[in-house]
């Protein structure tokens, strides 16, 4: 059959709107709505017919039931909805009432079409609801991630809207000890800070352990800058809870669940965080980032440099510890699963790369050391030997008793690439992408690995 016949077979089964007629040649011709396509092909039948023109009033057609009256409608719902939310992208989604799908395929199956001619009712008011919310926003749609997804439930005449969360890139130090990176409930009172309707005793009602976290001297801030619901840290690994994260810092994301506030000026933001952190933790290279950057943080594998605090067991001279730290320095280490970790990890030998060290005595007991290795290399086992379980080790390598008596990070990298990758981020500051031989006590004789 001509598309002639075709859409006088369906436009006898009256009144059905222009759109409902067009949507079933939705696949032909592009630039047009199916409105257009629906109003076109009755004119050309009734020329062709040389019969009187007949219009349709949309509002009484059967197969839609006069929805395909209600673009303008149903976007101005939409956009009233987030009136006070900031956004760029969006989407629209449709519930389309089950009556209308059985329509269409009714409507089709009489004019003797495949029952999915043309395109489906929802995809149609996706489009058409989709342009009139960017026209009113002033923004774009986004199939994959949008910041705000519409949902339009036509049986019950309402919008939901999903704010999807929005995330902050940057690097933390932590200037204290025992401040762990993320919350840490009370495990007496299951953080609630009761036990019955007594306060806790153990946190002393608070429901925290630790009073202070990274994430809690942080996000905060930037949810309440960003005006969201929550905030959620997400951290590239972590520093045990007694040592500080100092130097160029750790890269980490924090996330803002519902943000009514999404360009936000990131520079002054890190100066809120800094003043609300109170010198305890400090943030820098903050940039506005997408939601993959949480994956990157976590996933991407990343080297460390720490710096190590050494007390010997007996005296040891600047030339045996110049020359043990050498020895070391491009080796692979082999350790056996520690010792203090032997209960939570599967007991096995990993060979780990130390990439570079660097340290002097303090005095004949004890030394500073710098050690940047790959990840997951033990520090405190390679200086202490952990009983013969590392080798090569300090301790091994000086035949002295070595122990680390205060540990800090002082630097964390991508080992194949910098975590500040452009393609991440949602903004135009420029990036500050550590160097991997850059250290604090740098005494100058410092070389890059490889
Ligand atoms: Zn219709
Ligand atoms: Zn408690």
Not at 29 to 55: F, M
Not at 245 to 250: E, I
Not at 335 to 364: F, I, N
Request: with cysteine.
């Amino acid at each position: 059959m001509s598309i002639l016949a075709d859409a006088r077979a369906l436009a006898a089964q009256e009144p059905v709107c222009d759109a409902c007629l067009g949507r079933a040649f939705a696949e032909r011709s592009h630039g047009l709505t199916n409105a257009e396509r629906g109003r076109s092909l009755r004119i050309a039948a009734a020329l062709d017919d040389d019969e009187p023109y007949e219009q349709v009033e949309t509002a009484d057609c059967w197969v839609c039931e006069g929805l395909c009256d209600q673009f303008d409608e149903w976007a101005e719902r939409c956009a009233a909805a987030v009136e006070d939310v900031e956004f760029e992208t969006y989407q629209v989604g449709t519930r389309t009432p089950p009556l209308i799908e059985e329509n269409e395929v009714l409507f089709r199956e009489g004019a003797g079409l495949d029952e999915d001619a043309g395109e489906l009712f929802k995809s149609e008011f996706n489009r058409e609801v989709g342009k009139r919310v960017g026209r009113l926003t002033d923004t774009t749609v986004d199939f994959g991630r949008p910041d705000v997804q519409f949902t339009l439930d036509l049986e019950a005449g309402s919008v939901e809207v999903d704010v999807h969360s929005t995330f902050v890139y940057g690097r933390y130090r932590k200037l204290e000890r025992d401040i762990p990176q993320t919350e840490w409930p009370c495990n007496d009172c299951q953080g609630s800070g009761y036990i019955g309707k007594q306060p806790c005793e153990k946190c002393d009602g608070t429901g925290y352990l630790y009073q202070d976290s990274v994430e809690g001297l942080t996000a905060p801030v930037v949810r309440d800058v960003m005006d969201g619901t929550d905030a959620k840290f997400h951290g590239a690994g972590r520093e045990d809870v007694d040592a500080r994260m100092l130097g160029t810092g750790r890269p980490f994301v924090i996330e803002v669940m519902e943000p009514r506030r999404r360009r936000v000026d990131v520079e002054r933001l890190e100066g809120d965080i800094n003043a609300f952190a109170g010198g305890r933790v400090e943030v820098e290279g903050l940039r506005l980032a997408d939601y993959e950057m949480v994956e990157r943080v976590k996933a991407l594998d990343a080297s460390k440099r720490y710096r190590a605090e050494v007390e010997f067991a007996d005296p040891v001279d600047d030339d045996a510890l110049a020359a043990a730290l050498d020895e070391l320095e491009g080796a692979t280490i082999e350790q056996y699963t520690p010792h203090r970790v032997d209960h939570r990890r599967a007991s096995l030998t990993r060979k780990r790369e130390v990439y570079e060290t660097e340290g002097e005595l303090d005095d004949d007991t004890h030394a500073t050391v710098e050690i940047h290795g790959a990840g997951g290399l033990y520090i405190k086992e390679l200086v202490s030997g952990d009983e013969g379980r590392t080798n090569p080790s300090l301790a091994g390598l000086l035949d002295v008793d070595a122990e680390v008596t205060a540990l800090d990070v002082v630097g964390v990298y991508g080992e194949d690439e910098p975590f500040e990758d452009e393609s991440f981020f949602r903004d135009d500051r420029p990036a500050q992408t550590p160097e991997t031989g850059e250290s604090p006590s740098n005494d100058g004789g410092a070389s890059n690995p490889e």
